[in-house]
């Protein structure tokens, strides 16, 4: 998807962190303003060659850094509910 599609994702699902509430406006004021990673649900690793598909906020999550390289570290990297179970 495009840089532009992926902003307005990130817009629509909000700039706090899905697994852990992290708030980078909060935390770092004006420079935080509108950060936040966008995770793919459905690794691209995973899509058949030529697949294409069309992207929707479905397929993303919004993660902090460090949410971001953990659940990347789970065998089911679309497990936002196991990456909240660990973190409490």
Not at 48 to 59: P, Q
């Amino acid at each position: 998807p495009s840089s532009s599609k992926i902003k307005r994702i990130k817009k629509k699902l909000g700039y706090i962190c899905q697994a852990c509430g992290f708030d980078y406006e909060g935390k770092y004021g004006e420079l935080g303003k509108g950060y936040i990673e966008a995770h793919h649900l459905v690794p691209i690793s995973e899509l058949k060659k030529g697949e294409v598909r069309k992207t929707s906020e479905k397929d993303f999550a919004t993660l902090c850094s460090n949410c971001h390289r953990m659940i990347h570290k789970l065998s089911d990297p679309s497990d936002i509910e196991k990456l909240k179970r660990i973190i409490k």
